[in-house]
Every structure is written in C-alpha cells, then in structure tokens.
C-alpha cells in the first residue's frame, strides 16, 4: 500500500523535475511526496497511531484548542 494520509488519503503526486528543462524541452519524471508524520488519532475512545499530512496535522491541533 502506498504511505498516504490516515485523514484525507493525499497520496504521492506525479510531475517533472524543474532543473531539467532546458534549451530542448526534455523533462525528467520525479514524484512529490506528501510531508507525512506520525500523528495519535482518536477514534471511537481508541488511540492509535497513525502517518497524517502537516495539514491535517495542523487542522486536528487548532480544533483542539
């Protein structure tokens, strides 16, 4: 399976390498990958440990508050 995110399942993303267009358009194939983290999920009175995007991340924290 591939690492994706345990909240909104953001998966890594095909594109091209910048640095390798030049004068004659050839473009290199490379893939970004999504900053994942472990992150402690609380589902149904359970804790579990899970891999979360900074995003997600950063929006569990700031309802917490």
């Known amino acids: 399976m591939a690492r994706s995110c345990a ?5 890594s993303m095909p594109g091209f ?4 267009v ?9 893939r970004y990958q999504p900053n ?5 999920i609380t589902k149904d009175g359970t804790t579990t440990r899970a891999l979360v995007c900074t995003r997600c991340r950063r929006t569990a924290t700031k309802s917490a508050r």
Do not use: E, Y
């Not at 390498?17 to 390798?20: D, K």
């Not at 030049?22 to 490379?30: D, E, I, L, P, T």
């Open 17 to 20: 390498n910048p640095q390798s």
């Open 7 to 11: 909240i909104c399942g953001k998966m």
């Open 22 to 30: 030049g004068s004659n358009r050839v473009r290199a194939h490379r």
């Open 36 to 40: 994942l983290q472990p992150f402690l």
